[in-house]
Nanobody, 115 residues
């Protein structure tokens, strides 16, 4: 079955960096676009970044120039490099894939930006 397992979250000071990773299994990873989403407490889940099967990327305006999404099809992983982190980036971050119109989610990883 489809599995998405995120890792790499934690507590970081404003201006710091974190790298999130998502290990995917149960589907042909290289054929699918992948995405990262975030959900802050009490708010809806929002798109952060996507990467197509061909490697084209798209970012939310709030993270452009600070976050970079990448994928390694040999390892079935998608990563999110987050630099210049701000307090408002604090959220649970989810890895996601849509397969046959059904969106699948990982369990999420908490990112807290605080001094």
């Amino acid at each position: 079955q489809v599995q998405l397992v995120e890792s790499g979250g934690g507590l970081v000071q404003p201006g710091g960096s974190l790298r999130l990773s998502c290990a995917a299994s149960g589907f042909t990873f290289s054929n699918y676009a992948m995405g990262w989403y975030l959900q802050a407490p009490g708010k809806q889940r929002d798109l952060v970044a996507t990467i197509t099967s061909g490697g084209s990327t798209n970012y939310a305006d709030s993270v452009k120039g600070r976050f970079t999404i990448s994928r390694d099809n040999a390892k079935n992983t998608v990563s999110l490099q987050m630099n210049s982190l701000k307090a408002e980036d604090t959220a649970v971050y989810y890895c996601s894939v849509s397969i046959f119109g059904l969106r699948r989610w990982g369990q999420g990883t908490q990112v807290t930006v605080s001094s």
